[in-house]
């Protein structure tokens, strides 16, 4: 039997009717192809969920994902459903990235960068239980600090920590204990104060204790004697000096000059499964930090950061660092700082693998991993330089602002190491002070 085909009228639709709603999807079609650059998600093949549960800590390097949310570019992007959560610690983050979200966890974060890393590898989670993540971006270059207690004002301490070691053993010798605090174990402010130390002499496993104390915890703890010293991001090593209670020693980028810092890593459960919501996540990101980079957005970026709901500061305790002048606290002003936290320019937003390998190497030092981990077996799992490339490709990035390597190459440090990403074992043997037999 021929079926018959019914007439618009007899559809309860008129010709003109009919023209009209036609008219009205192909209006909806080139707004979708205007909103979303390059054509990115059709119709058809758009994000398989509308957003991901992301963490951060009140930090200023998280401040591309601040952004993202509240200029609306997760919407722009079509996950306008990416919920950015606070976390308490980056304990706590971990735990809930291994939750995840369909645990009341997260699916990711602003991270330091070893943590994606160690939590992979099952170094740092219960019952050593690994959890696979992929790092997908880096989220900026330098402007960590490690900020030092008054009572040290006069050594005015800098790049060189040698002045600081007798000062701790005639305080150890009085019968007081002294204290290095940082955020995470084997994560990049352990890294750094770490370095910092060692190149001083100061073995920071035998000479003082070092802690572990949540960022936004610092200053609160510095204030009541509980560390000597410490290493962090801002706005915590500004509010120190504005609170007059310790001073600036050094800017990370002054022990290692356009250092990686954070990055942005998500399980990689979430994103095997939803590979074109984690393309529009990233490509929010990654607008977000061409936006936070450019000189004329730092007193709004500033304002959105100071934000109850974000670092929950005073906007004055967060711009200037972030505008580039640094003021140490110690009679050391610095405008114009080239060790301004950087989240776009020379490169900041691609995941180097060779940054990474200077990571694990670095825990390897400190007996994070075994000496003879395979680094590079690792490496090739968790870094998604991959996904960046094809993030910013879309997003129409120069192709002069995408790295042709995925190395930096040999990186110089301020004590004269270097880290060559093709002999780590040399570097490693090069250091006086470690953990592992090289």
């Known amino acids: 039997m021929t079926k018959r085909i019914r007439r618009p009228s007899e559809t309860g639709l008129s010709r003109r009717q009919l023209l009209k709603a036609a008219g009205s999807t192909a209006a909806l079609l080139a707004a979708a192809k205007l909103n979303f650059p390059a054509g990115a998600f059709a119709q058809d093949s758009g994000p398989e969920v509308k957003?991901?549960?992301?963490?951060?800590?009140?930090?200023?390097?998280?401040?591309?994902?601040?952004?993202?949310?509240?200029?609306?570019?997760?919407?722009?992007?079509?996950?306008?459903?990416?919920?950015?959560?606070?976390?308490?610690?980056?304990?706590?983050?971990?735990?809930?990235l291994v939750l995840g979200s369909e645990g009341?966890?997260?699916?990711?974060?602003?991270?330091?960068?070893?943590?994606?890393?160690?939590?992979?590898?099952?170094?740092?989670?219960?019952?050593?239980?690994?959890?696979?993540?992929?790092?997908?971006?880096?989220?900026?270059?330098?402007?960590?600090?490690?900020?030092?207690?008054?009572?040290?004002?006069?050594?005015?301490?800098?790049?060189?920590?040698?002045?600081?070691?007798?000062?701790?053993?005639?305080?150890?010798?009085s019968g007081k204990a002294v204290k290095a605090a940082m955020t995470f174990p084997g994560g990049t402010?352990?890294?750094?104060?770490?370095?910092?130390?060692?190149?001083?002499?100061?073995?920071?496993?035998?000479?003082?204790?070092?802690?572990?104390?949540?960022?936004?915890?610092?200053?609160?703890?510095?204030?009541?004697?509980?560390?000597?010293?410490?290493?962090?991001?801002e706005p915590w090593n500004l509010q120190l000096v504005h609170q007059d209670i310790g001073y600036t020693a050094?800017?990370?980028?002054?022990?290692?000059?356009?250092?990686?810092?954070?990055?942005?890593?998500?399980?990689?459960?979430?994103?095997?499964?939803?590979?074109?919501?984690?393309?529009?996540?990233?490509?929010?990101?990654?607008?977000?930090?061409?936006?936070?980079?450019k000189a004329e957005n730092k007193q709004e970026l500033a304002t959105i950061m100071a934000k109850r709901q974000w670092i929950n500061c005073p906007v004055e305790d967060v711009y200037d660092r972030t505008a580039g002048k640094f003021d140490y606290g110690n009679g050391k002003l610095v405008e114009n700082s080239p060790h301004i936290m950087k989240y776009w320019r020379d490169f900041a937003s691609y995941p180097f693998q060779s940054h990474d390998l200077w990571f694990l190497t670095e825990d390897i030092r400190w007996g994070k991993y075994e000496a003879n981990f395979d680094t590079k077996a690792l490496i090739a799992?968790?870094?998604?330089?991959?996904?960046?490339?094809?993030?910013?490709?879309?997003?129409?990035?120069?192709?002069?602002?995408?790295?042709?390597?995925?190395?930096?190459?040999?990186?110089?440090?301020?004590d004269g190491k270097v880290f060559d990403p093709e002999n780590p074992a040399a570097y490693l043997k090069s250091l006086a002070i470690k953990r592992v037999e090289v």
């Open 381 to 414: 799992k968790v870094n998604r330089e991959d996904l960046w490339k094809d993030a910013a490709k879309t997003l129409g990035v120069a192709a002069a602002e995408i790295p042709t390597s995925t190395s930096r190459g040999k990186e110089t440090f301020f």
């Open 189 to 233: 402010h352990d890294l750094w104060i770490r370095y910092w130390l060692a190149a001083g002499g100061i073995d920071p496993d035998k000479d003082i204790e070092t802690i572990v104390v949540p960022p936004p915890q610092m200053v609160a703890n510095m204030k009541v004697g509980t560390m000597d010293c410490f290493c962090v991001g």
């Open 51 to 96: 957003g991901a549960k992301l963490g951060f800590i009140a930090l200023s390097d998280a401040g591309p994902l601040f952004v993202a949310k509240d200029k609306g570019l997760f919407a722009k992007y079509g996950v306008p459903d990416t919920d950015v959560q606070k976390q308490a610690s980056w304990g706590t983050t971990r735990d809930n």
């Open 250 to 293: 050094v800017n990370t980028g002054e022990i290692w000059n356009k250092h990686p810092e954070k990055s942005f890593g998500m399980r990689a459960a979430f994103v095997d499964k939803y590979p074109k919501a984690t393309k529009a996540i990233l490509m929010a990101v990654l607008e977000a930090q061409q936006w936070a980079d």
């Open 104 to 173: 009341n966890g997260i699916d990711g974060a602003h991270i330091l960068t070893p943590m994606p890393y160690l939590i992979s590898a099952g170094k740092v989670t219960q019952n050593n239980q690994p959890t696979p993540m992929y790092i997908l971006a880096r989220l900026n270059l330098d402007a960590q600090c490690i900020s030092v207690a008054k009572e040290y004002a006069d050594l005015k301490l800098g790049t060189d920590a040698a002045p600081f070691k007798a000062a701790l053993e005639k305080k150890k010798a």
